[in-house]
């Protein structure tokens, strides 16, 4: 239209405040409440309203499990981009963070799939325990990706969607998934880390940042004779420091996470994974959280470590 006449230019221009009023007048988002906060749906795609009632179900409860974490969704309104895929298997085959404002996840979902399969899917846990922490860029992927490993595991076990000793055999899993991608042992994991996509390390690069958050959960519980623990770390910045409008990077992060709990134990730790071509030896951090392994099954010797 702009490449036509002066005439159709002029009429354009005129019609924008018009077009800009109606758009202002439809809400982009559907907004529903959840454990506390308020989920932004964005609906794209064919969606009969049994199946808008039952997607709902699932976040909502997505986000009760997700509080679970400190108590609190990472943040009072979250975005949630919803794409249909129903020629999926399953019932999401696919999801990634937004970090545009305001952040959310975008889901790829087949919504003829049936709740329960919504439910146990581990992704939305994953995805919405990025949002604990600001992105720290992608040469600290490892720490966001990690975290998200790490806490999608916890929080299914916190809701009664896995058993204890479920939780801990597929921490295990993922850490001998980690081991076993050597392909790249010239590379530390700070060299890897930006180069994860190019080079397929995804495996090395998740599962090596959830150790170390796993480290430095006991490292923190040693420290304070267990008063203090990952989950407070991450309650307490989130009260200080999470909507910062501000770049961090994994370091700062870790610098920060220091200074919240008056201890030594974020910035050594992301010293030494940071410099290692391999993920650490994972068995005996397991050993000091009550698990040991026999065979590669593990047996829970001293219960409660994943608790709230």
């Not at 010293?271 to 650490?280: D, F, H, N, Q, V």
Request: glycine letters at 8%.
């Amino acid at each position: 239209m702009f490449y036509e006449t002066g005439r159709k230019i002029s009429l354009a221009l005129l019609m924008l405040p018009l077009m800009w009023q109606s758009a202002l007048s439809e809400p982009r988002f559907e907004q529903l409440p959840a454990a506390g906060g308020t989920l932004l749906l964005d609906w794209n795609g064919e969606y009969s309203q049994s199946e808008r009632d039952k997607v709902r179900a699932w976040l909502v409860s997505v986000a009760e499990t997700v509080t679970l974490l400190h108590g609190a969704l990472p943040r009072e309104e979250i975005r949630i981009e919803l794409t249909a895929y129903p020629s999926s298997a399953s019932a999401v085959p696919f999801a990634r963070v937004l970090r545009s404002e305001p952040q959310g996840i975008e889901f790829f979902i087949n919504p003829t799939r049936p709740l329960r399969e919504f439910i146990e899917d581990w992704t939305a846990y994953h995805e919405l325990s990025h949002l604990f922490i600001p992105f720290p860029g992608d040469g600290d992927i490892w720490f966001s990706e990690g975290l998200a490993s790490y806490y999608q595991n916890v929080l299914q076990y916190r809701a009664g969607l896995l058993g204890e000793a479920q939780a801990w055999q597929k921490l295990h899993d993922g850490f001998v998934r980690g081991r076993d991608d050597a392909g790249d042992s010239e590379l530390t994991l700070a060299e890897l880390s930006p180069r994860m996509r190019e080079r397929g390390a995804f495996m090395r690069v998740y599962w090596s940042g959830a150790l170390y958050f796993l480290e430095a959960d006991l490292a923190l519980r040693a420290h304070s004779d267990g008063r203090v623990t990952l989950d407070s770390v991450l309650r307490n910045f989130s009260e200080c420091c999470l909507v910062e409008r501000r770049r961090w990077t994994g370091e700062q992060l870790a610098a920060e996470f220091d200074r919240i709990a008056a201890a030594d134990v974020f910035l050594p730790l992301y010293a030494r994974y940071t410099s290692a071509t391999a993920i650490p030896d994972y068995e005996p951090v397991l050993g000091a959280a009550g698990v040991n392994v026999d065979g590669g099954q593990v047996r829970v010797t001293e219960s409660g470590f994943l608790d709230r």
